[in-house]
């Protein structure tokens, strides 16, 4: 299934999209904008790049640029003629809408980190959430200049905040961005491009040039999860990639993740997503 890229048209009085939306939402889809997401009225299943997730009504999520994603209202949200009684606000705005060099200045570091770590989708939570969300009902009677200066209150909060969560596994993403200084940035070079063989630890201590227990440590402190763990969401990262595309069977695309046979990627992909291969495809398809 292609992933549909679907752009909102911008003001002219704007330099970038603030949208009430009331339009059905639940086509899976990507845009190269930065976009955050505010459910006001809604119930349902979110997906973001390969993660399924339940939703309800203060969702606030931000997404990075072409981070495929819909949100799937419950059928209490549709009349019976189809019409649909869900709701949201969007904030949409291209990476340089503010010029170039933003990001580059000294006061937007802490921003330009969560901007990086946008690529796999972030879940607001807690005050940032209630502050942001405050901000996003004003701009509604804002003018324009005033919609601008709202929205660096926004910039402002997710530069500061921890309360996030991140929603996509790197594995997803593609082309895979990581900073130079991170100390393990090979190892994880060498998994996107391995595995799908049978990767040895012996090789990746050799590029990491660590004994086992400093590896095990260092790599559970940097990626918040054991390696093995890390391991097994990037190959059900990239299947969840194929499986939205529809080019292979699911057979196929177990063997083209790196899984040695069908039932023990069902397993994994059931534990880690909480639906089936197949009951995924069905989820974005219907």
Same mark, same amino acid.
């Given at each position: 299934?292609?992933?549909?890229?679907?752009?909102?048209?911008?003001?002219?009085?704007?330099?970038?999209?603030?949208?009430?939306?009331?339009? !059905?939402?639940?086509?899976?889809?990507?845009?190269?904008?930065?976009?955050?997401?505010?459910?006001?009225?809604?119930?349902?299943?979110?997906?973001?790049? !390969?993660?399924?997730? !339940?939703?309800?009504?203060?969702?606030?999520?931000?997404? =990075?640029?072409?981070?495929?994603?819909?949100?799937?209202?419950?059928?209490?949200?549709?009349?019976?003629?189809?019409?649909?009684? =869900?709701?949201?606000?969007?904030?949409?705005?291209?990476? !340089?809408?503010?010029?170039?060099?933003?990001?580059?200045?000294?006061?937007?570091?802490?921003?330009?980190?969560?901007?990086?770590?946008?690529?796999?989708?972030?879940?607001?939570?807690?005050?940032?959430?209630? =502050?942001?969300?405050?901000?996003?009902?004003?701009?509604?009677?804002?003018?324009?200049?005033?919609?601008?200066?709202?929205?660096?209150?926004?910039?402002?909060?997710?530069?500061?905040?921890?309360?996030?969560?991140?929603?996509?596994?790197?594995?997803?993403?593609?082309?895979?961005?990581?900073?130079?200084?991170?100390?393990?940035?090979?190892?994880? #070079?060498?998994?996107?491009?391995?595995?799908?063989?049978?990767?040895?630890?012996?090789?990746?201590?050799?590029?990491?040039?660590?004994?086992?227990?400093?590896?095990?440590?260092?790599?559970?402190?940097?990626?918040?999860?054991?390696?093995?763990?890390?391991?097994?969401?990037?190959?059900?990262?990239?299947?969840?990639?194929?499986?939205?595309?529809?080019?292979?069977?699911?057979?196929?695309?177990?063997?083209?993740?790196?899984?040695?046979?069908?039932?023990?990627?069902?397993?994994?992909?059931?534990?880690?997503? =909480?639906?089936?291969?197949? #009951?995924?495809?069905?989820?974005?398809?219907?």
């Amino acid at each position: 299934m292609k992933i549909a890229e679907v752009r909102l048209f911008k003001d002219s009085e704007s330099s970038f999209i603030y949208h009430h939306e009331t339009e !059905d939402f639940s086509t899976y889809h990507h845009h190269p904008e930065y976009e955050l997401v505010l459910i006001t009225k809604g119930k349902g299943i979110r997906i973001v790049g !390969d993660t399924i997730e !339940d939703f309800e009504e203060n969702d606030l999520v931000f997404l =990075g640029s072409y981070l495929p994603h819909v949100w799937k209202c419950d059928e209490e949200f549709y009349q019976k003629d189809g019409a649909f009684i =869900g709701e949201g606000l969007v904030i949409q705005f291209l990476g !340089d809408f503010l010029g170039t060099r933003f990001f580059e200045f000294p006061e937007n570091l802490q921003l330009k980190q969560f901007f990086s770590k946008s690529s796999q989708g972030c879940l607001i939570r807690g005050k940032a959430r209630e =502050g942001i969300i405050k901000v996003m009902l004003a701009m509604k009677t804002m003018t324009p200049i005033n919609r601008l200066y709202a929205l660096f209150n926004i910039f402002e909060i997710l530069a500061t905040t921890k309360e996030y969560s991140l929603l996509c596994s790197s594995a997803f993403l593609e082309p895979y961005k990581m900073h130079e200084s991170e100390p393990l940035r090979d190892v994880i #070079e060498y998994m996107l491009k391995n595995f799908k063989k049978n990767i040895q630890l012996k090789d990746v201590l050799e590029i990491a040039n660590m004994s086992n227990t400093q590896f095990f440590l260092s790599f559970k402190k940097m990626y918040k999860m054991p390696f093995k763990s890390y391991l097994l969401n990037m190959r059900i990262g990239f299947s969840c990639r194929l499986l939205a595309e529809e080019r292979l069977n699911i057979s196929q695309i177990a063997y083209e993740s790196g899984f040695e046979n069908l039932s023990n990627f069902n397993r994994h992909f059931k534990q880690l997503k =909480g639906v089936t291969p197949r #009951e995924y495809i069905q989820i974005i398809k219907n």
